[in-house]
């Protein structure tokens, strides 16, 4: 009900927020903290050279020192400045993680799609592999493929990719098998549509929801599972400011504590945040989990 | 005579489950369709009503099996190759469905979706050109506003205006045939007033074939110039609106017309007592007996074939136009 005696500039509509901004603002505090760390990290990826850090490669101080103002979180065995290093040890993990999650949805919204669309044989085929892949322990197999490979960021990153692909081919499978049947669909086909196109207009762009929700948990994950094969030495090489290898540094000196604290606290952050951020967006679209 | 533009012949459909039973959803149905005329299709749920029309344009699931004819301008559909019929779905027949909000894809804005049904079927057509024609489109089923209509998307119009836009949209491609399935079910009784209007004047305008399947004969009525009844997945009766109305010859026809609420009425509505059979176990005889008020033991045992019954053909041993023509006052 408008008052009629309300100021036109009152009346007039506020200019909407975009579809983004309207998300950010429906989130839970939590997700929003989440997203907040997740954008600091992000930034920091990207500007991390040019800050006025101690080089992350260099003996910068004598070893072994405990945090101090010149070293916030101390140096370690090699006399390297290990706040440089956390903070450096960035730019490996988080494009990492953002690669190997884009390939594991791309190879597996691909596959789960066509199998959920088309079923028959390719369905058979397709699940069956899922089913092989997803017998084995994850990290057992990131291990077993990454050492077949050899140690390397490149092969441990593949090997990743193999392990997580199976997930989101199942979603996407679902997904579209539910989406399929809808009216919309066969109005398509009644209208005269291929299958392919079909798929691509009519039923992708509707099963997108859980693979974007799974796709921004799993983040933190590879993360944690990247920085897992580095701790075993499958994964960075020395002397990549690499968190899971600077952590297995840090294991063995347990009283240096500070060198295995900075990469510790950087994992569980992104970990945590990712975590937060995906359980807001699936408060936010999943309706079937409330 | 030149050909009608839909000629079904012996259409059966046989549907097989997991453990091997058999149900014939379809048991021969002879039906024809002309430029310019509106055929409605009357039956319960389940009578095949729909199903019959899914069937020539292949788009029952992959279970079913079809044979018979079902012939459009001539060229034998059941059995034709996949690239063949899409290029006859959306194009030469188009479809509305009954309820306008699941048939629209929810992510797609009006106008795009309308333009790419255009697109399918016309390669050289420009996207704006397209976008030009779902206006006029949307002229044509009194949208007001078509300019502004055709950026929004379906969850952003009314119920009957939904239906328009369904309409424009089987139209787009300028088919000979629309196949309208159950189009006012899901809108209240004015808005369905006016969408039978609209495609009674489409007809008239565009001198399409209309077949306008429903389980409400009120709603084909007032529209249809053939009325075909189905029950069990036969034809019962078919002939002239007029004649299937005023002088109904099967039981079934009769008892529909019975449960009519009419503006005067002031007596109970007559129902049908009991329920269609299951497809998986039909009786031997005709499938209304059990049903039937009038059956006769050879009702149960034989039955009966579509032949002429005074005005309209009906399948029935004793058609009322023969014996009591009490209900058809």
């Not at chain 1, 800050?51 to 003996?59: E, G, H, S, T, V």
């Not at chain 1, 990131?142 to 692909?165: F, K, Q, T």
């Not at chain 2, 009006?110 to 079927?121: R, S, T, V, Y």
Request: charged residues 20%; neutral net charge.
């Amino acid at each position: 009900m408008t008052d009629a005696s309300q100021p036109a500039a009152q009346i007039a509509p506020r200019r909407t927020p975009g579809p983004i901004a309207r998300t950010m603002r429906r989130l839970p505090l939590t997700a929003k903290i989440g997203a907040a760390i997740l954008l600091m990290w992000l930034i920091t990826v990207v500007t991390v050279q040019l800050w006025p850090l101690a080089d992350p490669l260099q003996m910068v101080g004598r070893r072994l020192q405990p945090p101090s103002m010149d070293h916030w979180l101390g140096t370690d065995a090699l006399g390297r400045d290990v706040f440089s290093r956390t903070l450096h040890g960035a730019v490996w993990s988080i494009p990492i993680a953002i690669v190997v999650v884009a390939c594991a949805v791309a190879i597996g919204s691909f596959l789960g799609a066509i199998s959920g669309f088309f079923g028959g044989w390719w369905d058979t085929i397709i699940m069956r592999l899922v089913d092989v892949t997803v017998a084995f322990p994850p990290i057992l197999l990131a291990m077993a493929v990454a050492a077949m490979l050899g140690p390397g960021l490149a092969n441990a990153s593949i090997a990743m990719v193999i392990v997580w692909w199976p997930i989101y081919a199942r979603l996407m499978r679902a997904q579209v098998l539910e989406v399929r049947e809808r009216e919309h669909v066969e109005a398509a086909v009644a209208g005269g549509a291929p299958p392919l196109r079909v798929l691509r207009v009519h039923v992708l762009p509707l099963c997108w929801t859980p693979t974007l929700i799974n796709a921004t948990m799993d983040f933190g994950q590879v993360v944690l599972l990247a920085a897992s094969l580095s701790f075993i030495g499958l994964g960075a090489t020395p002397p990549s400011p690499e968190w899971g290898s600077m952590i297995s540094e840090g294991a063995t000196r347990f009283y240096n504590w500070w060198i295995a604290f900075g990469p510790g606290m950087a994992i569980l952050t992104v970990v945590l945040a990712t975590s937060f951020l995906g359980d807001g967006l699936r408060d936010l679209f999943d309706r079937r989990s409330q | 005579m030149t050909a009608p533009l839909l000629e079904m012949t012996d259409l059966r459909i046989e549907f097989t489950d997991a453990d091997g039973n058999r149900a014939e959803a379809l048991r021969g149905v002879d039906l024809s369709v002309d430029s310019g005329e509106v055929l409605g299709i009357v039956g319960e749920s389940g009578s095949g009503k729909s199903i019959a029309m899914m069937a020539f344009l292949q788009l029952l699931p992959r279970g079913a099996r079809v044979t018979g004819s079902a012939k459009f301008r001539g060229e034998e559909l059941i059995g034709m190759s996949s690239a063949r019929i899409r290029k006859i779905r959306g194009k030469a027949i188009g479809c509305i469905f009954q309820d306008p909000l699941s048939a629209f894809n929810p992510v797609l804005r009006l106008g795009d979706q309308i333009a790419e049904a255009i697109l399918l079927h016309d390669r050289s057509m420009s996207r704006r050109t397209a976008l030009k024609e779902v206006e006029r489109l949307f002229e044509l089923v009194a949208i007001p506003q078509p300019a502004k209509r055709i950026r929004q998307y379906p969850h952003e119009f009314s119920g009957g205006m939904r239906q328009r836009a369904m309409i424009a949209m089987a139209l787009a491609n300028r088919p000979e045939l629309v196949i309208a399935d159950e189009p006012t079910t899901a809108l209240d009784v004015t808005v369905q007033a006016q969408i039978l209007d609209l495609l009674g004047d489409l007809r008239k305008e565009l001198g399409i074939g209309l077949v306008m399947i429903t389980h409400d004969l009120g709603v084909v009525a007032g529209i249809a110039d053939r009325i075909a009844v189905m029950y069990g997945g036969r034809i019962v009766e078919r002939g002239p609106t007029d004649p299937l109305f005023y002088n109904t010859a099967h039981p079934y026809t009769a008892g529909l017309i019975g449960a009519v609420p009419t503006l005067d009425g002031t007596g109970a509505l007559r129902q049908i007592e009991g329920t269609p059979p299951s497809i998986f176990n039909r009786p031997p005889g005709c499938s209304f007996a059990p049903r039937c008020t009038v059956a006769q033991p050879v009702c149960h045992q034989t039955d009966p074939a579509l032949r002429v019954t005074g005005a309209t053909d009906s399948a029935c041993h004793f058609p009322l136009t023969t014996v009591t023509p009490e209900v058809a006052e």
